[in-house]
């Protein structure tokens, strides 16, 4: 993806965060959060996000490998391990990836 | 001077512990939206454009996977909904703001300028909160933008067979630990995560947003039990 149709794309993200960033702020005295929005609301961050690392750890070349020879796995947990005890995102790559690539040439 | 600008330099100050945070994410994106092809200037104007890092990340992964547009502006959009909570709470203090300051500061709206002002509010609170904040997100955004000059200066040297592509799944990771507080957000966590290992091979990475449903509502269901 290039071009145009990349822009046009980062144009819709925008616009939409925009539109949630503003939400309340534009509603203020008209509309309150609905409890259960605000509750689910709550359950965003983990779920998404647990979503985007458990497939990526897991999968080997397309295909699910939950053994010790999927790199990606260890490296990964060794990666959950710091991001768990210093919730840093630096410090995870940097561990994670010099993991994976140690696994990688051994 | 003004106390209106007394807050708006208080808040950008307070905000200089937060930017050594900021500074390796916005290197984070810019890197990663080169590792999948994006050009120095595209990466750039995604930074500045969308100001969005973890939702940047995931539509980023979906570029590498070759997703279709509508399931990376699903993604992004929900990964962003937290953005209604911060919205709602700084609401009040904004509310006899113009739309012409307004605006752009709401634009710039992050994680980390909602966390310092509202911890500022809480502890000691600000003559005019809205120009607090105002220093507080300027602060941040001004860090973020000449952060992610510099990694796509950066991320234009590193060969791509250094495998980059994992440093994606390792920062959510992070994140997702900061995001785990409690039982039912762990809960949240684990389904969100099964489920999408469980729809990997459905279309479209449609996967990912049935995965993420489904882990709002287990947690949702966990909380209710849970006071129930």
């Avoid at chain 1, 959950?80 to 990836?97: D, F």
């Avoid at chain 2, 994106?29 to 890092?53: K, R, T």
């Avoid at chain 2, 904004?94 to 709206?109: A, G, M, N, S, V």
């Amino acid at each position: 993806m290039s071009g145009f149709p990349l822009w046009m794309l980062f144009i819709a993200l925008a616009l939409g965060t925009f539109a949630l960033r503003y939400s309340f702020i534009y509603l203020f005295g008209k509309v309150d959060v609905p409890d259960w929005l605000a509750d689910a609301l709550k359950f965003v961050p983990a779920s998404v996000l647990a979503a985007l690392v458990f497939p990526a750890l897991v999968y080997s070349d397309g295909v699910l490998d939950i053994s010790l020879n999927n790199i990606r796995l260890l490296a990964g947990i060794g990666g959950a391990l710091v991001a768990w005890r210093t919730k840093n995102v630096m410090w995870t790559i940097l561990v994670g990836m010099i993991l994976f690539w140690v696994l990688q040439a051994m | 001077m003004k106390s209106t600008h007394q807050d708006f330099l208080t808040g950008a100050r307070d905000s200089l512990p937060i930017l050594l945070g900021v500074v390796p994410f916005a290197l984070i994106c810019s890197v990663a939206a080169i590792s999948v092809g994006l050009n120095p200037v595209e990466a750039v104007g995604m930074s500045l454009i969308v100001f969005a890092g973890a939702s940047q990340l995931a539509v980023l992964q979906l570029i590498g996977e070759g997703a279709i547009w509508i399931v990376m502006l699903l993604t992004a959009w929900v990964i962003n909904l937290r953005f209604i909570m911060y919205s709602a709470t700084l609401s009040p203090y904004l509310q006899d703001e113009p739309l012409k300051r307004k605006i752009p500061f709401i634009y710039i709206l992050s994680d980390q300028a909602f966390g310092v002002t509202m911890s500022k509010i809480a502890s000691q609170p600000p003559a005019n909160p809205a120009w607090y904040y105002y220093g507080v997100a300027g602060a941040i955004w001004l860090t973020w933008v000449f952060s992610a000059i510099f990694g796509a200066v950066l991320g234009n040297l590193i060969p791509a067979s250094w495998g980059l592509e994992f440093a994606f799944p390792l920062s959510f990771m992070a994140l997702m630990f900061a995001a785990l507080r409690d039982r039912p957000t762990v809960i949240a966590a684990l389904v969100g995560g099964i489920t999408a290992v469980l729809t990997k091979g459905f279309p479209y990475n449609i996967g990912l947003i049935i995965a993420a449903l489904f882990g709002i509502f287990a947690g949702v269901f966990a909380e209710r039990r849970a006071k129930a």
